[in-house]
């Protein structure tokens, strides 16, 4: 199991890791490591994954599972962070928006979310109360 960090610091782990979306998709090119069909949409998936579960457990302290609110809230941030992101790339010389990657980007942050749900209190200690 995995020691929990306080949730202040997964605020911060967030927005870091915003700014290198951010700065990522300023780049023109992009090599990506797989070399297949749409293999750019499981990076998708796998980066607005990983800022889904950032940003679900920045939300609140953890208590060893998230709600289906938070598990939808956590959805509806990567959705609107991916279009953000594909409007940005838009003005990038080289990148294009797609909403494919936003439904991919939307994809990532729901598996995190539902992941957190379902199989949280397994990958995370859940805190101990003080007496």
Do not use: C
Not at 9 to 32: D, H
Not at 41 to 54: E, F, S, W
Request: hydrophobic fraction near 50%; proline fraction near 5%; aromatic fraction near 14%.
């Amino acid at each position: 199991m995995l020691p929990i960090l306080n949730h202040q610091l997964y605020r911060l782990l967030t927005v870091a890791f915003m700014a290198l979306i951010f700065y990522l998709s300023s780049q023109p090119y992009i090599a990506i490591a797989p070399d297949f069909s749409n293999s750019d949409k499981i990076m998708h998936v796998l980066a607005y994954g990983l800022l889904g579960g950032l940003f679900a457990l920045s939300i609140q302290p953890w208590k060893g599972t998230l709600s289906w609110k938070l598990v939808g809230f956590t959805t509806l941030f990567t959705i609107a962070y991916g279009i953000s992101d594909e409007f940005h790339q838009s003005f990038v010389p080289g990148r294009e928006a797609s909403v494919l990657d936003v439904v991919a980007d939307g994809l990532g942050g729901f598996l995190a979310g539902f992941t957190l749900k379902k199989m949280g209190h397994k990958i995370f200690k859940t805190p101990q109360k003080m007496i």
